[in-house]
């Protein structure tokens, strides 16, 4: 009964820490490798006017991005001098307003976003209503019904439809009903707005889109247009010039509609120009900014939320489970004998300034020397207290000792043993001291190699680059770490090392 409850909890434990780790992972993008990186995009647009000699009130305004299927702003700034600004909503998506009382001479406004690739952010504007039929005058309702009833006879759904349209529209000499609604212009902005007033008269919601195509570094990006087409459902995308649907791979909505994308009220000579870099970023950065867009709590209780040293700290800390889990393995599954549960996980961690050599030989003079102070004061018949007392001076005087040597013959890795947790050293000769005493040398020696082994191995663990990023960025994963322990702790069966050693009493097979 008690092992139904260790699995039950085990599991349990199992699908809380999966489940945060998934949602952390997949929803919110955390990197699962230290190496990752996140492209990033920054957007600037330009907006220079001259306001004239007079002094004068100045009001501007610009779309900027809103709904941006595919991508999420990151970060985004309005540099002026001397304006203010304000944002607000529109049906084209978001515009911001730069106002100044008295303006005079050459003036430059700036809007930068920081954007990066986010499937997630999908198209979330609701469904359109049905557009009303437009009314173009004759002989333009003529052929816009003429050219409405042949698509429709060579479609069979709005995206078909559209396709079909974009193809007409692309050929207008071999059509005269398509060149009567160009009036001459075949630029793909016409093309779209032709299409938009096409779609509206076979009762399809339609809308023109601008964007700019993001490439690695461009100074002088520009706008694309292109044409959205709604199915019933969602919202399709298609190329006005080519007819193609989809969106570029890298496309950044900027605005919908056919309205201006900027208007300017007592300035002129206005010239808005585009540029585009690319860059690397943060994951965790990239992510916790997701985690509060769509208002998750997660990046509250995240340990980047920490101050910087003590998120030094716990990176330290959490590979502490970790160490102990491996110690667990190879005591209970290996067979690998040590003092103390955790010694060889607290001498591992001195071993992270010291590395694995320099840490065994200094570990093993201090403990040498250790122990003979340690039989001579068996002699001494002390207390338990007080000897362990005297032993631990002895260790400090010791660790004293070894780096003031080591430093007069020129070699450094000596000034490291300050770093050893003094009480794990006196427990150890104490303890091997015992050991030593009630089941001789060769167990204590056992012992002794044991713990050093493990406390590298421990070691050679928690200094993967990769679980350090997994287990700090995930603390999660401690709870599979527990689970595991839980059902290691049920664990009654044989030692691959006492299989080895019991070898020899195995019956062979009749």
């Known amino acids: 009964m008690q092992g139904y409850k260790v699995w039950v909890f085990a599991l349990a434990l199992f699908l809380i820490g999966g489940g945060l780790f998934l949602y952390k992972w997949r929803n919110l993008g955390y990197p699962l490798l230290p190496e990752e990186e996140t492209r990033i995009w920054t957007v600037e647009a330009t907006v220079q006017f001259d ?3 007079r ?3 100045v009001k501007a305004t610009l779309h900027i991005p809103g709904l941006t299927p595919g991508f999420a702003v990151l970060d985004e700034h309005f540099v002026s001098r001397g304006f203010g600004f304000t944002t607000r909503l529109v049906a084209g998506g978001r515009q911001v307003q730069w106002a100044i009382r008295r303006a005079t001479g050459p003036q430059t406004l700036y809007y930068r976003a920081v954007v990066y690739k986010d499937p997630a952010q999908a198209e979330n504007d609701t469904t359109p209503p049905f557009p009303t039929a437009p009314a173009l005058g004759e002989p333009l309702d003529t052929a816009l019904q003429e050219l409405v009833a042949q698509v429709r006879e060579q479609s069979a759904d709005p995206a078909s439809f559209t396709v079909e349209l974009l193809k007409r529209l692309a050929d207008s000499a071999g059509d005269q009903n398509v060149g009567l609604l160009l009036a001459g212009q075949v630029d793909p902005t016409s093309r779209a707005r032709t299409a938009v007033t096409v779609l509206a008269a076979a009762q399809v919601p339609a809308r023109l889109m601008r964007g ?3 490439v690695d570094r461009e ?4 706008l694309v247009p292109w044409l959205e087409v709604h199915d019933g459902d969602r919202w399709l995308y298609f190329d006005p010039a080519t007819g193609a649907q989809g969106l570029p791979e890298n496309f950044l909505t900027w605005w ?5 994308l900027y208007t300017m009220d007592g300035g002129g000579k206005t010239e808005i120009t585009f540029s585009v870099q690319r860059n690397e970023a943060d994951p965790v950065l990239v992510a916790e900014r997701r985690a509060q ?3 998750s709590r997660i990046s509250d209780f995240s340990l980047f939320s920490l101050p910087i040293q003590t998120q030094a700290v716990y990176a330290v800390l959490l590979m502490i489970p970790l160490g102990a889990l491996v ?3 190879l005591r209970n599954v290996v067979g690998i004998t040590t003092f103390g549960t955790f010694m060889p996980v607290l001498v591992a961690l001195a071993f992270r300034e010291t590395q694995v050599l320099a840490g065994v030989i200094l570990f093993s003079l201090v403990v040498t020397l250790g122990l003979l102070f340690r039989f001579f004061m068996e002699n001494l018949r002390l207390l338990l207290v007080p000897r362990l007392a005297s032993v631990l001076i002895i260790v400090v005087l010791l660790m004293a000792l070894v780096s003031i040597v080591f430093h007069q013959l020129g070699l450094d890795m000596g000034l490291s043993v300050g770093l050893f947790p003094m009480v794990i050293l006196t427990m150890t000769i104490e303890r091997m001291s015992i050991v030593w005493e009630e089941r001789g040398p060769a ?3 056992q012992q002794g190699v044991g713990s050093l082994i493990v406390a590298a191995i421990c070691f050679t663990v928690m200094e993967i680059d990769v679980l350090k990023h997994l287990f700090f960025v995930f603390p999660e994963l401690l709870l599979w770490v527990l689970a595991i322990c839980l059902l290691l702790g049920r664990y009654s069966g044989y030692r691959l090392l006492e299989l080895v050693r019991f070898k020899t009493l195995a019956v062979p097979p009749s």
């Open 256 to 260: 919908r509609g056919d309205d201006p």
């Open 293 to 295: 867009t769509v208002q």
């Open 327 to 329: 110690v667990v393995v």
């Open 443 to 445: 167990e204590a020696i």
């Open 219 to 222: 100074r002088q990006a520009r």
């Open 212 to 214: 700019i195509n993001l």
């Open 55 to 57: 002094a004068m009130p």
């Open 51 to 53: 306001a004239g000699e």
